[in-house]
């Protein structure tokens, strides 16, 4: 997944990687421990995930990196 900005929030990723057709149900999905981050299980929906971090929901890894590899935070 990439990014331009110097961080994406956990719930926001789940939307736009199309594993939460919706925010609430990226909320249910992280409160109900469905979600790892680098591993580990992550109830915090507003975590800050920047390049490099991984998210794992429904089996499928997320790695978050900038758009553009030039870009700084």
Do not use: F, S, W
Not at 18 to 30: D, F, L, N, P, Y
């Amino acid at each position: 997944m990439t990014i331009t900005t110097e961080y994406i929030k956990l719930q926001d990723l789940l939307k736009l990687a199309g594993a939460a057709g919706t925010g609430g149900a990226a909320k249910q999905m992280i409160q109900a421990g469905e979600v790892t981050v680098n591993g580990q299980v992550c109830l915090e929906r507003g975590k800050k995930l920047r390049p490099g971090d991984t998210a794992v929901c429904q089996g499928k890894g997320y790695t978050v990196a900038y758009a553009n590899r030039h870009a700084a935070p």
